[in-house]
């Protein structure tokens, strides 16, 4: 069987940090997010796997390799020009169509159980089985609306007030994960060579055809690394896991007498004596100097993002020295 990683995404609120790489190639304590990706399929005995690349290409080349770190085989599938998430398998269409496959994005880091996800979509007999899970904190991620275990359709963004906080765990809308087991046929409702999105375009008119899309409710570890400050607090779960809440990367320095607490520092990282850090997340090569206070922050070189221009969805951030700084309580 094979996977499709989607990881052609530009990864605009995670921006400054995706300036020189796209968001699957980010480092999350020290491993690139896409490579959590790959070693889940690959616990599944899912080996052969397809990853799209469009944005800064050569930086998921270069934290993936051939796969074998992580025990897959890889193929990749450029894409010039973007093309959503069916638009994507689309243009793997010779690669995938034959057989029942994976689909998954890029930026998850999950533990969830795909065999009985499997065991689903067998038992089900549907065209697609999406992976769901409850939204219990009701963050923004489309309610997906069941009936009878299969989706009916795709929902708005769930709202947040005084009458849906002490909601029980079944009454929390289920939400994608990001996590799909396809059968070829999905591809008679997928358009050639244009731009298309699966939960817009695709499994609408597949539902409204009679097509059997299967929802799987799942539970189990699922994180999500779409913005700066999820990005910063699933990293400080993660550390506080194995009972820690500061990770440094390779030949980063942090002097004696700076103070640096919940916070992620990659590759080179230097904090001067008298430095303080907390809840920041320090790019390749960042400098802290003396007595400089980092908190709440986003942090990377300036010459990174030198004659660059944010994208739209960025956090708005400033130089200060030769460093770049993006305020997280934006």
């Known amino acids: 069987m094979k996977a499709m990683i989607l990881a052609a995404g530009y990864g605009e609120r995670l921006w400054p940090l995706t300036a020189d790489r796209t ?3 980010l480092p999350v304590l020290g491993k690139p997010l896409v490579g959590y990706v790959a070693e889940y399929l690959a616990k599944h005995e899912i080996r052969q796997v397809l990853v799209n690349l469009h944005h800064r290409p ?24 973007i093309l959503g998430t069916s638009g994507a398998l689309d243009n793997a269409r010779d690669l995938l169509a034959g057989d ?3 689909v998954i994005n890029g930026k998850l880091i999950t533990d969830i ?19 769901l899970r409850r939204n219990l904190a009701r963050e923004r991620f489309s309610i997906v609306e069941t009936r009878d275990d299969l989706v009916s359709r ?21 939400m994608f994960t ?27 008119q597949a539902i409204a055809n009679g097509e059997r899309i299967a929802a799987h409710v799942a539970e189990g570890m699922w994180y999500e690394l779409s913005t700066l400050q999820r990005y910063l607090s699933i990293s400080l779960a993660l550390l506080r896991s194995e009972g820690r809440d500061v990770y440094t990367g390779q030949d980063t320095m942090i002097f004696q007498g700076a103070k640096v607490s919940e916070s992620v520092l990659w590759d080179d990282v230097v904090v001067e004596a008298g430095a303080k850090v907390r809840r ?15 908190s ?8 990174i993002v030198s004659g660059l221009t944010a994208p739209a969805k960025a956090l708005k951030g400033e130089v200060l020295g030769d460093n770049f700084v993006v305020l997280l309580s934006q």
Request: no cysteine.
């Open 100 to 102: 029942t496959f994976v």
């Open 23 to 25: 968001k699957p190639a």
């Open 280 to 294: 920041a997340i320090l790019g390749d090569g960042v400098r802290v100097g003396a007595n400089d206070d980092v």
């Open 113 to 131: 159980d795909l065999n009985a996800a499997f065991e689903t979509h067998r038992r089900t007999k549907a065209l697609a089985t999406l992976v």
């Open 58 to 81: 050569e930086s998921v080349r270069a934290a993936l390799g051939d796969g074998s770190r992580f025990g897959v085989r890889l193929q990749y599938v450029d894409e010039p020009v």
């Open 296 to 303: 709440d922050a986003a942090v990377v070189r300036a010459d």
């Open 178 to 204: 990001g996590i799909q087991i396809l059968e070829p046929r999905i591809f008679d409702y997928i358009p050639r060579g244009v731009f298309s999105h699966s939960t817009t375009e695709v499994y609408p």
């Open 154 to 174: 795709f929902g708005r963004m769930p709202a947040l007030d005084a009458q849906t906080t002490g909601m029980t765990t079944l009454e929390a809308p289920l």
